[in-house]
């Protein structure tokens, strides 16, 4: 006999008052994780410099300079024209930055780039290698262990004096902040119903997000990066007290026989919710059919040999690849577009909001995997007509520029959130972890090479060079959005167990229908769980 979790989430309430506190304690400590991810728009920000002309010790930003061509990488002296060996940089923005504190510009000037993808290569390495261990020692482990390194990696970064350093903890930072993420994500996505989990995921990311306008507010008054990571970095500490009231995942518990763990954490669900049901390891162990057995390692050996499982893992790391790159890409680089930092933030924090709470609504009616495709096609269409202001070259049409800029904010923002949940929900519990970890490798892949296609405009010095990083997002992207026709619906199903359970996935159903197939399965099973329950102690008397 099968097990539905599903049913017996039905049973104790599926999203009440346990798992709403679950999920916004959850949600709440990824504030301070968000602090960690934007704050790369502050601290490596652009910040404007000029050479330092030798001699002149009290030189100034302001200071003309026309007298010796100053410019950013050269100036001239006795008709001569020199390379700088120092620069005085602008404070009206910033007073001090990683980028002025170890002059990362001219020659150096993809020594950013490198912080960047140092991020980025840890959340990459930590999706690969800690993210799998979810499956194995549990969500709740993982998640209190990633919190540990998010605090070190960051409260160490403002007294560090070496660049190297500062690039390893820029590495375990983003190493930290992804597991922490998508650990507690999975976690909370287990212990909901099927149609409260795209409810949840928008909380989770709608908290997240949050974290972006208190960095904003913070960065605006602390303009030197050292004050600014040493206010962003403290409260991290709190996150520490995650052991003590996270608790594990039940299905994980389940899934591994951790049977009297399980049934603990179900009735207490099942209390704190009112639910008039408790359960006992018997009542659990007959409701577990052999086939929920099936070991880690033999689970991955079908995903992989399985042609229609492949295919649609290919496809998903291809998007995961794709969303990443735009994404991040977009992110990241919001500093460029000119105009007040602090105003661009906070307005692409705001598209992204509105992405996901049209992605919210949308996807009840549309479904995850067609309004995902809609986003991606739409957001690389509109960032290859960023193509069009680099051409005529009109300041007029810097406005477009913007404009389609934030547009693929707002859907590639709604897509990231979008392919978190789908890739959930197309996962097996088994492998759930290992699954979304090998994605999220991936689309690390494609977040690492952000860094560097977001600074192409630094080697082609035009506006359609400074346009190409959008256009090769919007591309990729467009391209990511077309091959999802070959992927599965999830709305309103089922979580997969098994790699079985997994294949089936792709018959689309409506709500209703899906609400009275688990209610019918439930009472069903409730008829079966207890006769299975009865022959058992039955059998034991007799014994």
Avoid at 506 to 514: F, K, Y
């Amino acid at each position: 006999m099968s097990v539905h979790y599903e049913d017996i989430l039905k049973r104790i309430y599926g999203f009440g008052t346990y798992q709403m506190r679950v999920m916004i304690l959850v949600s709440i400590m990824q504030i301070v994780n968000a602090f960690t991810s934007y704050i790369s728009n502050f601290i490596l920000g652009e910040h404007r410099h000029k050479c330092r002309i030798p001699g002149f010790s009290n030189q100034t930003f302001d200071d003309d300079g026309a007298t010796y061509n100053v410019t950013q990488c050269t100036y001239s002296m006795n008709s001569t024209t020199h390379s700088c060996n120092s620069w005085v940089y602008d404070q009206s923005v910033y007073t001090d930055t990683l980028i002025s504190s170890f002059n990362m510009v001219c020659d150096r000037k993809f020594y950013r780039s490198h912080l960047v993808m140092a991020h980025h290569v840890g959340a990459f390495s930590g999706m690969i290698i800690t993210t799998l261990f979810a499956d194995i020692f549990g969500r709740k482990l993982v998640f209190c262990l990633s919190n540990i390194g998010l605090f070190a990696a960051n409260i160490a970064l403002p007294w560090v004096q070496n660049y190297y350093v500062i690039m390893f903890l820029r590495y375990l930072n983003g190493l930290s902040g992804i597991v922490s993420y998508v650990s507690g994500f999975i976690l909370v996505i287990e212990m909901v119903k099927p149609s409260k989990r795209m409810i949840v995921g928008c909380a989770i990311s709608w908290i997240y997000m949050s974290g972006a306008y208190i960095l904003d507010l913070i960065a605006y008054f602390a303009r030197d990066w050292h004050d600014l990571v040493l206010y962003t970095s403290a409260p991290i500490g709190l996150n520490l007290l995650s052991w003590f009231v996270i608790p594990e995942s039940p299905r994980w518990l389940i899934v591994k026989k951790k049977l009297s763990k399980a049934v603990k954490m179900l009735n207490k669900m099942a209390d704190v919710n009112g639910a008039k049901v408790q359960y006992d390891t018997d009542s659990i162990a007959c409701i577990i059919d052999k086939k929920h057995q099936t070991s880690f390692s033999k689970s991955v050996k079908i995903l992989i040999t399985s042609k229609q499982l492949f295919i649609r893992t290919c496809i998903l790391l291809f998007n995961w690849f794709a969303v990443n790159l735009a994404y991040y890409g977009i992110t990241m680089n919001v500093g460029k577009l000119g105009g007040d930092v602090y105003v661009n933030v906070a307005i692409s924090v705001t598209v992204g909001f509105l992405g996901e709470i049209v992605c919210l609504f949308a996807s009840y009616k549309i479904g995850r995997n067609r309004l995902y495709m809609f986003y991606m096609i739409v957001g690389g269409i509109g960032c290859l007509l960023t193509l069009l202001p680099s051409l005529f070259g009109q300041k007029s049409l810097h406005f477009l520029l913007v404009a389609m800029f934030m547009l693929g904010k707002l859907t590639f923002n709604g897509a990231f959130l979008l392919l978190y949940l789908y890739t959930a929900e197309v996962a097996p519990t088994v492998t759930r972890g290992f699954f979304l970890s090998l994605c999220s490798g991936a689309g690390k892949i494609g977040s690492m090479s952000s860094s560097y296609i977001g600074d192409l405009g630094l080697l082609l010095d035009t506006k359609f060079g400074r346009a190409l990083p959008i256009i090769i997002f919007g591309a990729v992207g467009l391209t990511a959005g077309i091959l999802c026709v070959f992927l599965p619906e999830t709305k309103d199903t089922i979580l997969p167990d098994t790699v079985e359970d997994a294949a089936k996935l792709g018959r689309v159903v409506d709500n209703n229908e899906a609400e009275e197939d688990l209610e019918e399965r439930s009472r069903d099973d409730d008829n079966n769980d207890f006769k299975l329950l009865d022959k058992k102690r039955n059998d034991d008397n007799k014994m």
